[in-house]
Each structure stands twice: as C-alpha cells, then as structure tokens.
C-alpha cells in the first residue's frame, strides 16, 4: 500500500510524464495536471468524438431497422450488438494491440469504422448488411479501447494514469449521456441515414486528432521478447490477473441488469418516459459524481484504502428495491450504485502494476471485451426475467446475487496480494 504524497507543489506536466510510481513522487497529481499533457488532450478529444458518433450511429441504426422492418426484436439486436461481438473482438483481435503500432493502429479502427457506418448510409445498403456491418463495428471496439488504454500508460505515469483513466471513462459516461439526447433530437430534423453521415464525419474527425496530436511510438512487443502463442491464456492463468479481471467483469455484471428492467420499472411506477430517462441516467450520473469526488479529494493511498470496501457494497443499494421504492429512493439508489464505482481508480493501478508492458494492449483488451459482453449478458437477462417477475423483485436480485459474487472475487483479490510478482516472472522469462 503506498502513502500519501505531502502537499506544497504543484507536479509539473513532464514530471506527470517521467514517475513510474506515484510513492516515488514528492507531491501530489492532480486532473488539472493530467489536462496539462498535451497529448492526452488530443487523445481525450477523440474520445469525445468517437463515443459520440458511436451513440449518433446506435440511435440512427435502430430508427432505420426499425422503418425498414417494422419489428421491435430486430430494433432492439441493434442494441444488443452494441455488446456482444466485443467478445469475439476481444479473443480474435486483442493481440494486435501489442504487435503493431499504437498510433497507427488508432487511426485505423476509426477509418474503418467510419467506412463501415458510411456503407450503412448507402440507401441500397438491405437490412440484414445493415446488421453483419453492426457486428463489424462492435468487434472493432475493443482492440481501439484496449490499444487507447495501454497507450495512456505510455503517456501518463504512476497516479496521473490512474486519473487519466478516470477522465477517459468520466467523458464516455457524459459523452453516452449527452449524445443519446442529442441523437434523439437530431432525428426530429435529419433522416436516419443522414445523422450516420455525422457519425461518419465523428470517426474522421477522431482518426485525424490521432493522427495530428499523438507520438509515433514503436510497438510494445518490439519493445521486448515478441510475445508468444497463448498469451491471453497466460494472462488469464495468472492468479492476480485473473481475480482483478473478475474484479472489473462481475459487477458491472449486475448493475446493468438495472437497466435491463429499467422500462418495466419506469411503468410500474406509473413514471412515465420521463421517469424512464430520469432512472437510466441516474447510474452514469452517480459514476461520474464518485470518480471526479474519489480522485480529486483522495490521494493514490486512500483510493487504494476504499476500494474493496466500495466494490463490496457497491451492489447493495439495488438490493435495497426489495421495499418497492418509489421512483425518486429509486433513482437516489441507482445514484449510490453509480457513486460505488469510484473502487475502479484503486483498481486501474493496481491492474498496471500485474500485467507486464509486452502484453498491455492484448490485457486492456481482454478487460474490456469482458465487460461489454457481460454488460449485454447482464441486461438481456434484467429484460427476460423482468417480463415474468415484477421490476423491483429482479433488481432486487441482481443486487443481492451481485453483493455475494463481489464478495468472493474480493477474497482472491485479497489473496493474490500487491501483483507485481506476474510482471517479474515475465521479465525474468524474457
């Protein structure tokens, strides 16, 4: 467990670059600095815009399916490829992160998800291409997200990682938000095919900050012993690694099955759309609020100290729906669950610490393919029970069966100790 660092000077933005460990700097880092990294802005603003015309194209793509098909189950596959190709993106794809260029390897997942939603604006595209293109795009989604992800490690060091990471995921929770309602809005003027044209010109855009505003780096396999055959499944065999990837699939698991019956609940409660949108933001809200509290009034050691605390509680505030709350305790609980995940800035350091730097891209993938496809197994599963079982009941369950779940993969956690010994292992081999 590392201390606090003393207060009294502000960390210049080429000390944020150059600190491997945050014990091993005298002061400590704050958002503000991590902004200060110019490269991390560019990497930021590429963000904005890919989550951004990510959303334009899931909006525009259900409205188009649903014209052209006239059925709800085929709109809402649309929804459900969003989550379950990054399964196959993740163990098909992953590698490539640590074999090939960063930067180059950015650009091109944007170039071709911009072609991709650029063939789905073509009037001739049939529905059933509308769909293998969707499919195409989500496999895409976790070999960008993994690559980004280990790049930030190459950019940011020590906590100013761990905070850069925690702007990543604050931008895409906001970004999602902002953009489903600007998304909606957008089809009152523009044709559907029209608003894929602005998701089209979001991924260019994207593609050109990355190209213009990041280093040329080398690739991390060039940077070592290339890795060999098996390497997720070394990944996946080490103790540590494997009990954190648990740590970050499990309870994003059953949040989500919140929203699975988030429209059944909403009419329950006689709430309303309103009171649909007001429960689906509430979650995203809460994260927000818990990770820009947890990392600009904590330091690297407090964040550490709360964060298995915070995982293991972090499911029981849906547990709390077995009372049958009222819409307003409804979306105050769904703030708490969002608030809870603040463990995942102790869970960022502790994650680059365990994986060795040759296989960062191929580990960063896995972790978020993981999470997306669990994401999509959590919701389906929220929407199927909630058609036989009353809302409340089936959020009730989530939360309670998630808090169990958190809690033994937090004892592996605990077991596995400060995971450094994988990447030593790894270094030793090489």
Known sequence: MVTDPPAGRRVRPREVREDLHPEEDSAPVTYRD??????????????????????????????????????ALLTGLVFALGFLPYAVGAALLSGLADR???????????????????????????????????????????LFTGTRA??????????????????VRIVAQ????AGYGLGGLA????????????????????????????????ARAARAAAPGTGATRRLLGDPRIRALLLMWWIPPMFFVVAEGAAAPFADAAGAGAAGFGL??????????????????????????RIALPLAAVSALPMAAFALRPAL?????????????????????????????????????SVLGGGVMTLQGLGMA?????????????????????????????????????????YRSREEVTT
């Open 279 to 304: 429960f689906l933001a509430a979650m995203p809200a809460g994260t927000v609020a818990g990770e820009v509290l947890a990392g600009t009034l904590l330091g690297p050691a407090a964040r550490d």
């Open 34 to 71: 991590v902004l200060a990294v110019r490269e991390f802005r560019t990497i930021l603003a590429a963000h904005v815009l890919s989550v951004a015309g990510g959303v334009f194209a899931e909006i525009s793509l259900a409205v188009l399916v649903f014209r052209q098909t006239g059925s």
């Open 187 to 218: 089809l009152v003027w523009l044709p559907p095919r029209a608003a894929l044209c602005v998701a089209v010109g979001t991924f260019l855009g994207s593609a050109l900050l990355l190209r213009l505003g990041t280093g040329d780096r080398p």
């Open 174 to 177: 906001s970004s999602q938000i």
């Open 328 to 364: 307003p305790a409804a979306v105050g609980l769904m703030l708490l669950t969002g608030a809870c995940a603040a463990y995942t800035l102790g869970m960022d350091r502790w994650f680059a610490d365990a994986v060795p730097e040759r296989l960062r891209g191929r580990a960063m």
């Open 381 to 421: 599963a929220g929407g199927a029970a909630a058609d036989v079982l009353p809302p409340y009941a089936v959020i009730a369950a989530g939360g309670a069966i998630g808090t169990l779940s958190v809690l033994g993969v937090l004892r592996s956690v605990r077991a596995t100790g400060t995971g450094r010994s």
């Open 100 to 142: 090939y260029p960063p930067r180059r390897l950015l650009v091109a997942c944007d170039l071709l998800c911009a072609a991709c939603m650029a063939l789905m604006a073509v009037p001739a595209t049939p529905a059933a291409a509308l769909f293998v293109l969707r499919f195409a795009v989500a496999s895409i989604a976790p």
């Open 150 to 167: 280990a790049s930030l490690a190459d950019i940011l060091r020590g906590d100013a990682y761990v905070l850069g990471r925690s702007l």
